[in-house]
């Protein structure tokens, strides 16, 4: 099994929308309830909601409590248990502190887009990596038309697109963290 700890965030500010501008995206519901399935799923040690907007995060906080300790919990356990490992942060920077404090040091930062970038690493080479390593991983993943140029490049790897060379190419953010999140940390069955 993997030895590293592995986090992921879904960050809401500096995206670019459909016409390359860089904006600050809305929650998405679905994005909260499916990717913290699959985040529990793979056994991720926490999934982080980046957003600095206080009143997407109270919409955000509405909705935890709703699932964490209101009707919701009672009546459906497992997506409870899901979103218990849902964590709010205002950025990025609160996150990799988290990370260190928990881990005792910086987390390895990973940024994944649908477009290419010189400094790709493929997913055989990354899923070696964790289950190589002791340290930990951070795997960002963007909203709208995907993270500004500039935050891709401050993380310390890029992950290669899912269908570099699909004539479409933009899933939603909930599907493609499933499927990152399988070719990193699922079974090996394709070996």
Request: glycine share 4%; charged share 25%.
């Amino acid at each position: 099994m993997k030895e590293s700890k592995v986090y992921i965030a879904l960050l809401h500010n500096s995206m670019y929308n459909k016409r390359m501008e860089v904006i600050t995206t809305s929650v998405t519901n679905l994005d909260l309830h499916d990717i913290s399935r699959a985040a529990c799923t793979f056994a991720v040690e926490k999934f982080f909601v980046v957003h600095p907007s206080p009143n997407q995060q109270e919409l955000i906080n509405d909705i935890l409590d709703y699932w964490r300790t209101g009707y919701g919990g009672i009546y459906n356990p497992d997506r409870k248990e899901a979103f218990n490992i849902l964590s709010l942060t205002s950025n990025l920077q609160e996150v990799k502190k988290q990370i260190e404090e928990q881990c005792g040091e910086a987390p390895i930062t990973i940024a994944t887009d649908a477009r290419i970038y010189p400094n790709t690493v493929s997913y055989r080479a990354l899923k070696s990596r964790i289950k190589g390593e002791t340290r930990p991983y951070l795997i960002l993943f963007g909203t709208g038309w995907g993270m500004e140029k500039s935050c891709m490049e401050a993380c310390d790897l890029i992950l290669e697109p899912i269908q570099p060379l699909a004539e479409y190419n933009h899933l939603s953010v909930r599907s493609a963290v499933s499927i990152i999140l399988d070719r990193l940390l699922g079974d090996d069955w394709y070996e």
